[in-house]
């Protein structure tokens, strides 16, 4: 079994930072690439940011330069430093692992329970 716990999530003002944390635990042989995800209330899931452990990343457009993404490969942990938050990030933040699992379970992907972002005044 893999589990992803995130946390990190709240209520924050127009303008302000939150850092989100996601650590992936369990039978994991390799993790190939971590990511975030959010769903706002009546829409999709949409992607976020995403890292390969070779350090390359994707971010949507309407987080470019706002949202950074950093991962500590040795403690199979991701993060999410989100900077001069807007109301419209409002959403529910899912951590993502795409990995290789033990004892031969092969590839795999996992999602977390998700956290709370609220930008609001």
């Known amino acids: 079994q893999v589990q992803l716990v995130e946390s990190g999530g709240g209520l924050v003002q127009p303008g302000g930072s939150l850092r989100l944390s996601c650590a992936a635990s369990?039978?994991?042989?390799?993790?190939?690439?971590m990511g975030w995800y959010r769903q706002a209330p009546g829409k999709q899931r949409e992607l976020v940011a995403t890292?390969?452990?070779?350090?390359?990343?994707n971010y949507a457009d309407s987080v470019k330069g706002r949202f950074i993404i950093s991962r500590d490969n040795a403690k199979n942990t991701a993060y999410l430093q989100m900077s001069s938050l807007k109301p419209e990030d409002t959403a529910v933040y899912y951590c993502?692992?795409?990995?290789?699992?033990?004892?031969?379970?092969?590839?795999?992907?996992?999602w977390g329970q998700g956290t709370q972002v609220t930008v609001s005044s």
């Open positions: 890292m390969t452990t070779g350090g390359s990343t």
């Open positions: 369990g039978s994991i042989f390799r993790i190939n690439a």
């Open positions: 993502n692992a795409d990995l290789w699992r033990r004892s031969g379970y092969g590839r795999a992907d996992y």
